[in-house]
Structures are given as C-alpha cells and as structure tokens.
C-alpha cells in the first residue's frame, strides 16, 4: 500500500474575497474531494487549531502510485487550490490505513502506546485514536496533529 500525505496552508487572499465568491470556491473543491472520499483511499484532516504551519491534510493510500498522480492532476483544476500553498507531501508505503477520528503524523515514533493504532511505513508513522490522547503524544513527539472530517466540514473551517 502507498500513501501520500500533503499538507496546504490557506493563503490570506482567500479571505479578502466576498464571501459568496470563497462559498464557491470551497463548492467546488468539496465536489472534487467527496468524490474521491467515495473511492478508496482519500481522507481529509483539519488541522486547524493543531498547527500553525498549516491547515488542510489529505490522505490518500493506494495500491498503485499512480492514483497519486490522477488525483493530483484533478486537485489542480480547481480554482480553490490557487488559494492553498502546498507546505509539505509526504510519500510512503505501509500496511493499511487510518480511518478513525484523529490522525497524528510523527516522524519517528519508537514504541506504540497504549489504545492508539499505528500504521508503520518506511519512513513514517500515522498514529490513530482520540484527540485526548494523541495531544500529548503530539507535544512529546512532535509532528502534525488533524482531526477527520467530510470535505466541506474541513474546509468550512478555513
């Protein structure tokens, strides 16, 4: 299984335009995310309130790295992602993939804790399971710290 972990950051020029103009602007981004959220492998974070580096991560784990690709290319269409600069992609293998309610992304996690699933890739770890548990692990570890949520949810919150 591959993963592919990018982080986006909203630029301030997004909140300088009227607000029916940002409405569909994040309209027609949700469109494109719900979509590939029906399909295997795509989840949305936010980390909004968790980061100051950034905002917005998308996960997406795929047999075939092209998928990777597909995605990216159809992500690059939309008028919204003019507004939200890229500030990290993270790409690796592992065995499965997250589905739960929080999502904590550290670099290098040497033991597992206790009540929290954790995914091994070749490079990194994505540790799953409650936001009471996953804060402290952020501050003791480091890394990035998001909650799961439906597309439009997520970018309501930018």
Request: aromatic share 10%; hydrophobic share 40%; charged share 30%.
């Amino acid at each position: 299984m591959y993963w592919n972990l990018t982080l986006y950051r909203l630029l301030p020029e997004f909140r300088r335009l009227e607000a029916e103009a940002q409405e569909h602007l994040k309209d027609e981004l949700a469109a494109l995310l719900e979509r590939w959220v029906g399909r295997e492998g795509l989840s949305v974070y936010s980390l909004v309130g968790f980061s100051s580096e950034a905002d917005l991560l998308l996960f997406q784990k795929a047999e075939d790295p092209k998928a990777f690709a597909l995605f990216q290319k159809e992500l690059h269409r939309t008028r919204m992602l003019g507004f939200l600069a890229p500030e990290g992609r993270y790409l690796d293998r592992g065995e499965g993939g997250p589905k739960g309610e929080a999502l904590l992304l550290p670099w290098g996690l040497e033991e597992t804790p206790l009540g929290l699933r954790v995914f091994r890739g070749e490079v990194l770890a994505l540790v799953e399971g409650p936001l009471a548990q996953l804060f402290p692990l952020l501050l003791r570890e480091g890394g990035y710290l998001g909650q799961r949520k439906p597309p439009r949810e997520a970018l309501d919150e930018l």
